[in-house]
C-alpha cells in the first residue's frame, strides 16, 4: 500500500512539473535546444546574444500561425537551451494579446494609458512573460523570458554601467 501511493504522488508531482513548464509556440524554455527549433521551424541563424553570447535565430512569422506577427526571434544560451522568445506584433493587437496572456499566466504589473507607453508583466514557475508596447510606434512585443536570462542581462547592465562610471573618473 505504502508503495503504491509512494508510486501515486511520484506520478502526480511528474506531472505536476511536466506542466509546469513555459511552452510557447511549440518551444519550452530551458529545454528546447537549437536543433529541436530547426525540426520545428526553418529558423535562421541571425548572430550572437550580447547577454548570454548563446546563438539567437529568427523564425518565419507565417510559421507561428499567429495573427499581426511581424518578426520572432528565438535565442538560447551557452548550454544550447531556448530562453528568450521574442515576438513582434501590430500594436492593434496588444488588447487581445493581453486578454490571451491574462487567462493563462499571473500578472504582476500592468499599465494601460489611454495614451503612452503600455505594458504587462506576467510570471509564470521559471519565466516572465512581458507585453510591451511603446508610445507612438507602431509594434508590441510580446516576450517569453526564463528567469535566468533577466538575472544575466540585469548583471550586464550593471556592469556596463560600472564600467561607464569608472571610465567618466578616469577623465576627470
Known sequence: MKIMISTLLSLYLLSFSAFADTTAFGLTLG????????????????GVNEYTTGNTYSIPVNQLDIEGARNAFASFDTDLTLNYIRIEFRQSRFKALNQILSSKYTLTEQRIPFVGNKHAFYNHENAVIELIAPHLSNTATLGYITNEYVKQVQTFENDKRKRAKASELEKL
Open 31 to 46: 529545454k528546447t535546444t537549437e536543433t529541436e527549433l530547426k525540426k520545428i521551424y526553418h529558423a535562421k541563424f541571425t
